[in-house]
Every structure is written in C-alpha cells, then in structure tokens.
Nanobody, 115 residues
Framework: QVQLVESGGGWAHRGDSLRLSCATS????????MYWVRQVPGKGLEWVST????????YYKDSVQGRFTISRDNARKTLYLQMNNLKPEDTATYYC????????RGQGTQVTVSS
C-alpha cells in the first residue's frame, strides 16, 4: 500500500535550519508531483510547496519563498524540504503528500520554532 513517512522535524530557534525527509513506497514515485503541506492545531491543512516529477518545476507559498527548498531523489523515492531561517510562524506539523490538498499524506513530523 501507499506509504509516506516523514522525519527530520524537531525544535528550533528563530533563524535555525531543519531538513525534512519523506520516504515513500507503494506507488510509482516518478509518476507524481509531490507536495509538502502543514497544519497548525485548530486550523486546516496549508499547502507549502510543490515539485514536479523531474524537479524542473517548483512552487512555494509566498511566506516560505526564499527560505525553504523542496527537492526529491527519484532513485531513493524520497522527498525533502530544506527549511532555513525558520520563524515561529513556521511552527506546524509538516506532511508530505501526493496531492496538493494533503488527502494522501503521511503521519507528519512536528516542527516547533521558538523566538
């Protein structure tokens, strides 16, 4: 079955960096654009970034543009999110997803940024 397993979250201070990973299995990774979405308790899922199948196209939410970098390793079937210059407003549970709405996503990894 489809599996998406995120890792790499944790505690950070303002300005720090974290790198999230998402190991996938159970589907043809190279056939799909992939997404990162996030959720703050009490709020809905929020799209963060998109990467197409061959990494030639990437999109970012305005508030993370220039700070976050999405990438993928098709040989390893793994998705990444490099997060630099973290801000407290980046605090959320981050999910990798196979669709932009997060309907098919992993269990998430918590990112907490203190000021």
């Amino acid at each position: 079955q489809v599996q998406l397993v995120e890792s790499g979250g944790g505690w950070a201070h303002r300005g720090d960096s974290l790198r999230l990973s998402c190991a996938t299995s159970g589907f043809l990774f190279t056939a799909y654009s992939m997404y990162w979405v996030r959720q703050v308790p009490g709020k809905g899922l929020e799209w963060v970034s998109t990467i197409n199948q061959d990494s030639s196209v990437k999109y970012y939410k305005d508030s993370v543009q220039g700070r976050f970098t999405i990438s993928r390793d098709n040989a390893r079937k793994t998705l990444y999110l490099q997060m630099n210059n973290l801000k407290p407003e980046d605090t959320a549970t981050y999910y990798c997803a196979r669709d932009q709405w997060g309907n098919l996503r992993g269990q998430g990894t918590q990112v907490t940024v203190s000021s």
